[in-house]
């Protein structure tokens, strides 16, 4: 497995902006996909946002518009540019990636959207 480490939760207020980053601990070069998932409490996992190595991006219909997911293969991180935040938006967040030989999760990030 590839370790995934995220960070960049935390608590915004609706309207609000916040980025998540995740590097995946590898030096391998075959990573395919990377992307977020989410989790909201008594909700099923999510798709949040994906991002193919050959470059096509797939967003969840609820967050089009409003998140943007980027990638450095050269650093083997993803990031998730997320404004305009809901209350909605709430969840943990988690880093995913698949590649050659494995399919790894990050341990999540908080993402709280409050007043």
């Known amino acids: 497995q590839v370790q995934l480490v995220e960070s960049g939760g935390g608590l915004v207020q609706p309207g609000g902006s916040l980025r998540l980053s995740c590097k995946a601990a590898?030096?391998?070069?075959?990573?395919?996909?990377m992307g977020w998932y989410r989790q909201a409490p008594g909700k099923q996992l999510e798709s949040v946002a994906t991002?193919?190595?050959?470059?096509?991006?797939n967003y969840a219909d609820s967050v089009k518009g409003r998140f943007t997911i980027s990638r450095d293969n050269a650093k083997n991180m993803v990031y998730l540019e997320m404004n305009s935040l809901k209350p909605e938006d709430t969840a943990v967040y988690y880093c995913?990636?698949?590649?050659?030989?494995?399919?790894?999760w990050g341990q999540g990030t908080q993402v709280t959207v409050s007043s």
């Open positions: 590898t030096s391998r070069t075959s990573i395919n996909t």
């Open positions: 991002f193919a190595r050959g470059g096509n991006t």
């Open positions: 995913w990636a698949t590649g050659d030989g494995f399919d790894s």
